[in-house]
């Protein structure tokens, strides 16, 4: 019996979820193969969703269609806004997940979604014609074909775990790894690197002192990070705290008398680690001026008393974790479930790949996750959900979506590793992106949603519910453009009541809108036109686009310039030599790089705006093909 599928995608962690329910919902027949089918969905590190520029993630995914904010409302049992204080571009969403019930929620809808087939199996070799895949094969020897696919191993490839000294394979603890594709990888040119990454110990709530530490409660202001969450129902799970306690000097010199047991500091862990995620003792060597580090101890799960010390990521000896979780203040007497490890794994160089996710090197093979060299949930489902939607697309022989740095963090997060790659495991931060303040939380529907409709992943009703708020939007901003609060002794009355500065010339309520002290309830009392019950969401979007307006309109005027080179494509098979003002440097980058278009092959390190103005005008004269002569005159 052959076995045939549109597309396979290999892996049910965070990446291959979204991958795979992003190709069935496009109507391609689409298996999901997983090492374990238990732990599809599994959350094995911290169980929370979003942070700072993560949350904008989440969003945006959800704006496309994918399911993660969705699970996250649905199974979250603690929820905050951080950098609330400091401004709309920064501003960010955080849950804490039930990681039982996500993995489970999680589970439910792969399994019940049409045209997608969830197989336990582990890949043994990647099945070629030539330099297209055409299928995988099994490490029991079972041959499946497909059109396209997605691999998204996690940490599974050549994965190795790290406790003090000892040492065992595994992508995760009790979970063996894949080794068979790293060697295929090599062998096929994919220059591949080592990672490394870590957990701390797990605690029995039960042996904790909750009393002597500082409490964490859910936000009532938060909003779900799904559009499709009803608002009048949420929280769905119950909430719970979390606790906030401090390293302290005892604990440091613990670890510090200890450093021999640790595998990161005696040479046995080669691959780099997670800059922005350090594990403790990282921490201690690093940083020893610090007298304490923030431990926020935070809950695993409303079923079980289980909880996860964040901030005290570790590789050391089982002894030493215990001694200095001990040395805590509130864990004196802690009993320590499941032990902190390190786990050090393979990854392949982005740069290889083109921004649809497919690779370079192979034809109909995409890559998604960890494997690309991030570190994240929602990094791995960013790059999931696009590589779904491309491996089914290039299935249907439909042009691929390539998001632009300018529209989402999505595609800040897949030109920084096609085009920069990266010596780290890449972690997303609202820093990264040049036009933070157009990208927010809030407005992700509107930049999005119309692309999740145009590639089937989004209804019909889903796409009216969005252009309902923008028509709202429009509206209001209509409304507060045109009309006008005159300098009457009535108005001014109202003014110096409410505590603003009385005006002396007529001005917009948008312009009022922006003065220091003026709030929006105040509009009420100068015009009928605007109106009330506005939804908060909308009153966010529409606060935010009047008082940043300034802003907001120098980095459009940024984002038009930089979209001009966005739509100057350089076709596949383009020889850059053929250029001759090209020198020999700057030609061999580009063949090496193969930059999808005019902005990416700009932020090649060495190529000179000078070889971009040459690339333009070579296509103009060579490639006189419609579109690109007319996108080239355009720039």
């Known amino acids: 019996m ?56 989440v969003r945006e995914i959800d704006a496309l269609g994918g399911e993660m904010g969705k699970a996250a409302d649905q199974n979250g049992i603690q929820f905050r806004i951080l950098n609330d204080s400091r ?17 489970d929620y999680m589970r439910k809808v792969v399994f019940s979604q049409p045209n997608l087939v969830v197989k336990q199996g582990s890949v043994k070799k990647l099945i070629l014609d030539g330099r297209k895949v055409i299928g995988i094969e099994t490490v029991f020897g079972e041959v499946i074909y497909a059109k396209a696919v997605v691999i998204t191993p996690g940490t599974f490839m050549r994965g190795m775990l790290f406790v003090g000294k000892a040492t065992t394979p595994g992508g995760r603890m009790g979970e063996n790894p894949v080794s068979e594709l790293s060697e295929q990888f090599i062998s096929l040119g994919f220059n591949v690197g080592r990672f490394k990454t870590g957990t701390p110990p797990r605690l029995d709530g039960r042996t904790i002192d909750f009393s002597v530490m500082e409490v964490q409660k859910t936000d009532p202001n938060f909003k779900p990070f799904s559009m499709w969450t009803d608002r009048s129902k949420f929280p769905i799970q119950p909430q719970r705290e979390v606790y906030i306690t401090y390293t302290n000097e005892n604990t440091h010199n613990i670890i510090r008398n200890n450093l021999h047991t640790s595998p990161l500091f005696s040479g046995m862990i080669k691959g780099t680690g997670v800059r922005y995620c350090p594990s403790i003792e990282d921490k201690v060597v690093k940083f020893p001026q610090r007298d304490r580090h923030h431990v926020f101890i935070e809950p695993e799960s409303i079923m079980f008393d289980e909880w996860y010390p964040n901030g005290i990521s570790t590789s050391l000896s089982y002894e030493t974790q215990l001694k200095f979780v001990r040395s805590i203040r509130g864990l004196e007497n802690v009993r320590i479930v499941r032990y902190g490890y390190a786990v050090e794994h393979d990854y392949v160089d982005p740069t290889q790949l083109y921004p649809t996710l497919e690779t370079k090197l192979v034809e109909n093979l995409f890559l998604a996750g960890q494997i690309n060299g991030t570190t994240g949930y929602e990094e791995a489902a960013s790059q999931g959900i696009v590589a779904g939607i491309n491996a089914a697309l290039k299935v249907m022989g439909k042009s691929p979506i390539v998001l632009s740095r300018t529209e989402s963090y999505i595609g800040v997060l897949i030109d920084d590793l096609t085009t920069k790659g990266t010596n780290e495991p890449y972690r997303m931060f609202t820093s990264r992106s040049e036009y933070r303040l157009l990208l927010r939380e809030d407005n992700a529907i509107f930049r999005l949603s119309r692309i999740g409709y145009e590639i089937g992943l989004l209804p019909r009703y889903m796409l009216e519910n969005v252009e309902y708020k923008m028509n709202m939007v429009r509206q209001i901003m209509d409304t507060l453009s045109q009309e006008y609060i005159t300098p009457s002794k009535e108005n001014n009355d109202k003014l110096i009541e409410f505590g603003v500065q009385p005006i002396t010339k007529p001005i917009s309520l948008e312009e009022m809108l922006r003065r220091p002290g003026f709030k929006w309830e105040y509009l009420y009392s100068f015009s009928e036109n605007i109106p009330y019950n506005i939804p908060d969401d909308i009153l966010e979007h529409i606060q935010i686009e009047v008082k940043y307006k300034g802003y907001i309109d120098r980095e459009l005027r940024a984002v038009k310039k930089l979209s001009k080179l966005e739509n100057v494509k350089i076709p596949e098979n383009f020889n850059y030599s053929d250029v001759k003002s090209l020198s020999r440097e700057i030609v061999e980058k580009l063949t090496k790089f193969k930059p999808y278009n005019l902005a990416q092959a700009s932020k090649i390190s060495g190529v000179t705006p000078a070889a971009i103005i040459a690339i333009m005008n070579y296509l103009e004269k060579h490639w006189n093909k419609g579109d690109v002569k007319e996108e080239v005159n355009k720039s």
């Open 87 to 103: 401004g709309p571009a920064v501003k960010a969403s955080r849950a804490q997940i039930d990681k039982y019930q996500y993995r």
């Open 2 to 57: 052959i076995e045939e599928y549109g597309v396979i995608v290999v892996g049910g962690g965070h990446a291959g979820i979204e991958a795979s329910l992003a190709s069935a919902r496009m109507g391609v027949p689409t298996l999901l193969l997983t090492l374990n089918i238990d732990t599809i969905g599994q959350m094995s590190c911290n169980p929370s969703i979003g942070g700072t520029a993560k949350g904008h993630l």
